[in-house]
């Protein structure tokens, strides 16, 4: 063998090596890309699911809603449950703050009402609601 072919060959190796390690690298590169988008992916997936465990829970809470009786012995105790509060406040009072006040639904709240301005117990403020 002739020396200028055992170099060339020597030189031909060497290149091969390099382009051996820069698809190696390149083939590490992008497995590594993929484990980081797939693991991105799953934690998107899990946050997701999280979400969604957390939307199921609260909608139970909207279906127990109160059922308001709509009687006579029932709008009495009501009527005296928004009497009371106003009585206790000793000022006018929305609807939403007598309603407060008296531990009661606004439809309650106003059932009471109903009753009260009847018997001519209330008397109207604006928007707000005094003993008379």
């Known amino acids: 063998m002739s020396k200028k072919i055992a170099v060339f060959l020597q030189t031909k190796i060497k290149i091969k090596k390099k382009e051996t390690s820069i698809k190696y ?13 797939k693991k991105a992916t799953e ?20 279906a127990a809603k109160e059922v308001l ?9 009501k ?9 206790a406040a000793g000022k006018a009072l929305t609807v939403k703050e007598i ?5 009661i639904s606004e439809e309650a709240t106003l059932l009471g009402l109903g009753w009260l301005f009847k018997e001519g117990k209330l008397a109207n403020d604006g928007e707000k609601v005094t003993l008379a």
């Open 43 to 62: 934690t998107k997936a899990a946050a997701a699911k999280k979400t969604t465990t957390v939307k199921k829970a609260a909608a139970p809470k909207a």
């Open 69 to 77: 009786a709509i009687n006579a012995e029932n709008a009495g105790f």
């Open 25 to 37: 690298y390149f083939f590490i590169t992008m497995a590594e890309k993929k484990a980081t988008a």
């Open 79 to 87: 009527a005296g449950d928004v009497y009371q509060a106003l009585a």
């Open 99 to 103: 309603a407060k006040a008296a531990k």
